[in-house]
């Protein structure tokens, strides 16, 4: 039983991740139907940038004295610089390409996150870069059961920044205007919804999102290198998919099915075929349910 | 008229200096093949480097008479067999003389039957698969050591040293990790050390929770990390000390790189590695690391034997006098050298000979542990 626990704390990290960035996936293509295959490198740009501010505040000795000060600042820093860089993504590589067809943009989307990928490596180097290690160290044992502080900061965090999402999304009034948008550009347009600026919006919000994991991600794994965006970007793609693109209570719940299948299959039955399993119940929901789990075709939830 | 004269001007503007450049200058051209990119680049960029570090030296004492440059076509090849064929295909096109390279064994292994084909020399800096020499290729050479010397060393320590009964092993299915993982398992099921399970994990994975949990779950005496490159080893080591498991973790030599403490930092203390033995005192050392550390950075696992490689093609060219691969193969077989990483003398194979023994990490730093022969070292 014990090992259950463990498991399944180890999953719901994980998938909490998973789910962060698989948001900024489904956000975007709720807005304009468009895949954002660059969306794993503002992911591990956060983390490049997360790394970056916490050095330096490791240097000016702020992080031993003022810990939770230096981690606020360093998670609002990353966040407000992935969401600029996704705006300028978006106006260098998807507006001009609005009026042409899906896959003009979409194939845009995947030379971005070459380009992004290999710009990170020429900047930022080969190599790994270590997170400082000073913070949240430790952890609770109870009975066998290990938790360390790290996993309690990201379970906090992650469970604050989506119920953050969900009041913007549907409380306010610029959460009904990007619904909307999702709905119908024209119609939000008639009534004053300037949909450029949504769309600006989607993507600096689905970025700031994956920042945040991509700090939370370095902290927990100790290190991040040019080419962490990758899988975790496929991953998310997945879980939106199998949450129903388009829906943001899918794509948490995407995110965390997938978190969780990955960790039982590979704690229960081999870590070699972890990957397949969770592709596996990916196929399946989809043979069933080809909208995905919340996905419907006219839903007002869509954003 | 006009026209016609004033094309010319530009052609032979454009083309003199070239033709005299062909007949002035002539350059020797050596391949490279490793990572550059994806999840190996800096180990393959150790590579690079440790090749561009020997040309530098090498041409620093003269060079190779005839010849005015020598030129390095550092190729990559991502580790994956189907580039690093593209990248021989391309280095025979170029007609280098030789090649180092690469580092993956299931890279080294299907280019280097490309470059067979054309009689093109490759000296492996770190490919340690069996299979690399043992294939009978004319033309290929190794300077590391061999999976099948290193398996039974770490499995010797693993039981004498520090007296383990149960091991976990784990591996992420390379040619060289799954390979090295699978030996070492059949040496110490015969020394009599039970291996309560071998786990697989994939490459560029991250997250390692799921498999520690099940390794901490099993208690066993050594847990035993077979990864290719120190990266994910580094993210392994950390994860493992984060959910406290009190196995006591033994890897190899893909690891032995200072990057790895640098990541793992206090997590890394008081593991174990075999790597193949270098003396840090001999002269041939502190030149290199005089020269490489300013301008490379700490030195990693494989740049001083790509160092070797490169420097003992050239002088083997140099020898010969010419770039037939005949006698280049005749002067690398008469060689007795000492060379940065160890002392180099070629077998019928193509090997060097290995000399494994157990490093451990401590202070930060890895330091010679334990020989198979002598046993506790200190």
Same mark, same amino acid.
């Given at each position: 039983?014990?090992?259950?626990?463990?498991?399944?704390?180890?999953?719901?990290?994980?998938?909490?991740?998973?789910?962060?960035?698989?948001?900024?996936?489904?956000?975007?293509?709720?807005?304009?139907?468009?895949?954002?295959?660059?969306?794993?490198?503002?992911?591990?740009?956060?983390?490049?940038?997360?790394?970056?501010?916490?050095?330096?505040?490791?240097?000016?000795?702020?992080?031993?004295?003022?810990?939770?000060?230096?981690?606020?600042?360093?998670?609002?820093?990353?966040?407000?610089?992935? #969401?600029?860089?996704?705006?300028?993504?978006?106006?260098?590589?998807?507006?001009?390409?609005?009026?042409?067809?899906?896959? #003009?943009?979409?194939?845009?989307?995947?030379?971005?996150?070459?380009?992004?990928?290999?710009?990170?490596?020429?900047?930022?180097?080969?190599?790994?870069?270590?997170?400082?290690?000073?913070?949240?160290?430790?952890? =609770?044992?109870?009975?066998?059961?290990?938790?360390?502080?790290?996993?309690?900061? =990201?379970?906090?965090?992650?469970?604050?920044?989506?119920?953050?999402?969900?009041?913007?999304?549907?409380?306010?009034?610029?959460?009904?205007?990007?619904?909307?948008?999702?709905?119908?550009?024209?119609?939000?347009?008639?009534?004053?919804?300037?949909?450029?600026?949504?769309?600006?919006?989607?993507?600096?919000?689905?970025?700031?999102?994956? #920042?945040?994991?991509?700090?939370?991600?370095?902290?927990?794994?100790?290190?991040?290198?040019?080419?962490?965006?990758?899988?975790?970007?496929?991953?998310?793609?997945?879980?939106?998919?199998?949450?129903?693109?388009?829906?943001?209570?899918?794509?948490?719940?995407?995110?965390?099915?997938?978190?969780?299948?990955?960790? !039982?299959?590979?704690?229960?039955?081999?870590?070699?075929?972890?990957?397949?399993?969770?592709?596996?119940?990916?196929?399946?929901?989809?043979? !069933?349910?080809?909208?995905?789990?919340?996905?419907?075709?006219?839903?007002?939830?869509?954003? | 008229?006009?026209?016609?004269?004033?094309?010319?001007?530009?052609?032979?503007?454009?083309?003199?200096?070239?033709?005299?450049?062909?007949?002035?200058?002539?350059? &020797?051209?050596?391949?490279?093949?490793?990572?550059?990119?994806?999840?190996?680049?800096?180990?393959?960029?150790?590579?690079?480097?440790?090749?561009?570090?020997?040309?530098?030296?090498?041409?620093?004492?003269?060079?190779?008479?005839?010849?005015?440059?020598?030129? &390095?076509?550092?190729?990559?090849?991502?580790?994956?067999?189907?580039?690093? /064929?593209?990248?021989?295909?391309?280095?025979?096109?170029?007609?280098?003389?030789?090649?180092?390279?690469?580092?993956?064994?299931? $890279?080294?292994?299907?280019?280097?039957?490309?470059?067979?084909?054309?009689?093109?020399?490759?000296?492996?800096?770190?490919?340690?698969?069996?299979?690399?020499?043992?294939?009978?290729?004319?033309?290929?050479?190794?300077?590391?050591?061999?999976?099948?010397?290193?398996?039974?060393?770490?499995?010797?320590?693993?039981?004498?040293?520090?007296?383990?009964?149960?091991?976990? /092993?784990?591996?992420?299915?390379?040619?060289? $990790?799954?390979?090295?993982?699978?030996?070492? /398992?059949?040496?110490?099921?015969?020394?009599?050390?039970?291996?309560?399970?071998?786990?697989?994990?994939?490459?560029?994975?991250?997250?390692?929770?799921?498999?520690?949990?099940?390794?901490?779950?099993?208690?066993?005496?050594?847990?035993?990390?077979?990864?290719?490159?120190?990266?994910?080893?580094?993210?392994?080591?950390?994860?493992?000390?984060?959910?406290?498991?009190?196995?006591?973790?033994?890897?190899?030599?893909?690891?032995?790189?200072?990057?790895?403490?640098? /990541?793992?930092?206090?997590?890394?203390?008081?593991?174990? &590695?075999?790597?193949?033995?270098?003396?840090?005192?001999?002269?041939?050392?502190?030149?290199?690391?005089?020269?490489?550390?300013?301008?490379?950075?700490?030195?990693?696992?494989?740049?001083?034997?790509?160092?070797?490689?490169?420097?003992?093609?050239?002088?083997?060219?140099?020898?010969?006098?010419?770039?037939?691969?005949?006698?280049?193969?005749?002067? &690398?077989?008469?060689?007795?050298?000492?060379?940065?990483?160890?002392?180099?003398?070629?077998?019928?194979?193509?090997?060097?000979?290995?000399?494994?023994?157990?490093?451990?990490?401590?202070?930060?730093?890895?330091?010679?542990?334990?020989?198979?022969?002598?046993?506790?070292?200190?």
């Amino acid at each position: 039983m014990d090992y259950f626990i463990q498991q399944f704390i180890n999953g719901i990290t994980l998938g909490g991740l998973y789910a962060l960035i698989a948001l900024g996936y489904t956000m975007v293509y709720g807005v304009i139907q468009l895949i954002n295959f660059a969306h794993g490198e503002f992911f591990a740009a956060g983390g490049y940038v997360g790394v970056i501010v916490l050095s330096y505040l490791t240097g000016l000795g702020l992080l031993e004295t003022h810990p939770v000060l230096c981690l606020t600042a360093s998670f609002a820093l990353t966040m407000a610089y992935c #969401a600029f860089l996704a705006v300028g993504v978006e106006k260098v590589a998807y507006k001009p390409l609005r009026k042409q067809s899906r896959l #003009a943009a979409l194939l845009s989307a995947l030379g971005m996150s070459i380009f992004l990928s290999n710009g990170l490596m020429l900047t930022q180097g080969v190599y790994d870069k270590a997170y400082p290690s000073e913070l949240f160290q430790g952890m =609770i044992q109870v009975g066998g059961i290990t938790i360390s502080y790290l996993q309690i900061m =990201i379970l906090c965090m992650t469970g604050v920044l989506l119920v953050c999402l969900n009041t913007l999304v549907f409380k306010t009034k610029i959460g009904m205007a990007m619904r909307a948008t999702a709905q119908d550009k024209i119609m939000s347009s008639l009534v004053s919804i300037s949909s450029n600026r949504i769309i600006s919006l989607t993507f600096a919000i689905g970025a700031g999102l994956a #920042a945040a994991a991509g700090i939370m991600v370095g902290l927990y794994y100790g290190s991040v290198r040019y080419d962490m965006g990758f899988l975790p970007g496929i991953k998310a793609f997945a879980a939106a998919v199998l949450g129903g693109i388009g829906n943001i209570t899918g794509a948490m719940l995407g995110g965390l099915i997938i978190g969780m299948v990955e960790v !039982f299959g590979a704690g229960y039955i081999s870590g070699e075929y972890k990957d397949v399993f969770a592709f596996i119940i990916l196929i399946a929901v989809l043979y !069933f349910k080809p909208t995905g789990i919340m996905g419907e075709n006219i839903d007002d939830t869509r954003v | 008229m006009k026209r016609k004269l004033s094309t010319i001007l530009v052609l032979s503007l454009v083309l003199v200096p070239l033709m005299m450049g062909g007949a002035v200058a002539k350059t &020797l051209k050596i391949g490279s093949m490793s990572p550059l990119t994806g999840p190996y680049a800096s180990d393959g960029t150790d590579i690079k480097n440790g090749v561009l570090t020997a040309i530098e030296v090498f041409e620093e004492q003269g060079g190779i008479p005839g010849y005015d440059k020598i030129e &390095l076509f550092a190729q990559d090849t991502a580790c994956d067999p189907k580039q690093a /064929v593209a990248a021989a295909n391309k280095l025979i096109n170029l007609e280098v003389a030789g090649v180092v390279g690469a580092y993956c064994s299931s $890279s080294t292994i299907p280019s280097s039957e490309a470059l067979s084909e054309e009689d093109i020399p490759m000296l492996t800096p770190a490919s340690t698969h069996q299979d690399v020499t043992d294939r009978g290729l004319p033309y290929m050479f190794r300077l590391c050591g061999r999976d099948d010397d290193q398996a039974p060393a770490a499995a010797k320590f693993i039981k004498e040293a520090l007296g383990a009964k149960t091991m976990f /092993v784990v591996d992420d299915k390379t040619t060289y $990790s799954q390979g090295l993982a699978d030996g070492v /398992v059949k040496a110490a099921k015969e020394l009599g050390i039970q291996v309560l399970d071998h786990e697989h994990v994939n490459q560029g994975d991250k997250d390692f929770a799921a498999v520690l949990t099940k390794a901490k779950a099993t208690n066993a005496d050594v847990f035993y990390m077979s990864l290719q490159g120190y990266s994910p080893a580094a993210l392994m080591t950390l994860q493992a000390s984060r959910i406290g498991m009190k196995s006591q973790i033994v890897t190899q030599d893909a690891v032995f790189q200072p990057k790895y403490m640098e /990541v793992a930092k206090d997590a890394s203390e008081g593991v174990f &590695l075999t790597y193949g033995y270098t003396d840090p005192n001999t002269p041939e050392y502190k030149a290199f690391e005089e020269r490489y550390v300013p301008k490379y950075g700490a030195i990693a696992a494989y740049a001083t034997y790509a160092y070797d490689a490169a420097t003992v093609l050239l002088n083997a060219i140099k020898a010969a006098g010419s770039t037939d691969p005949a006698k280049i193969k005749a002067e &690398l077989m008469k060689m007795d050298v000492q060379g940065v990483a160890k002392q180099i003398k070629f077998n019928e194979k193509g090997d060097s000979g290995s000399a494994y023994i157990a490093f451990k990490v401590e202070g930060g730093k890895f330091v010679p542990y334990w020989d198979p022969e002598k046993g506790m070292l200190k």
